[in-house]
């Protein structure tokens, strides 16, 4: 079975930086792309960015410049580093995948979540 878990979210300051990371575990067999999406309170979720399995990436115009996205191959995470945050960017982030493992074709997987808050 398929894991994707989040961790790095939290509080902070606008102007402030945070990183978030996001572990795949499982029975995988091969990871595609790996992204990022956000869902502010009674938003709809967006894509904040994504990065290929080749390391091709790209990004919502609301990030560009301030987020970067990179992924470990060997160790099936995907990282967000955010900077000069805005409270515009207080959401819950997820993590997905699409990944093959070792029982099912490729498909796509979801974090559970987790909250950034930027204080103004």
């Known amino acids: 079975q398929v894991q994707l878990v989040e961790s790095g979210g939290g509080l902070v300051q606008a102007g402030g930086s945070l990183r978030l990371s996001c572990v795949a575990s499982?029975?995988?067999?091969?990871?595609?792309?790996m992204a990022w999406f956000r869902q502010a309170p009674g938003m709809h979720r967006e894509l904040v960015a994504i990065?290929?399995?080749?390391?091709?990436?790209d990004y919502a115009d609301s990030v560009k410049d301030r987020f970067i996205i990179s992924r470990d191959n060997a160790k099936n995470t995907v990282y967000l580093q955010m900077g000069s945050l805005k409270p515009e960017d207080t959401a819950v982030y997820y993590c997905?995948?699409?990944?093959?493992?070792?029982?099912?074709?490729?498909?796509?997987?979801w974090g559970q979540g987790t909250q950034v808050t930027v204080s103004s």
């Open positions: 997905n995948a699409v990944i093959t493992s070792n029982e099912n074709p490729p498909r796509e997987y």
């Open positions: 499982g029975s995988i067999f091969r990871i595609n792309h």
């Open positions: 990065i290929g399995s080749g390391g091709g990436f």
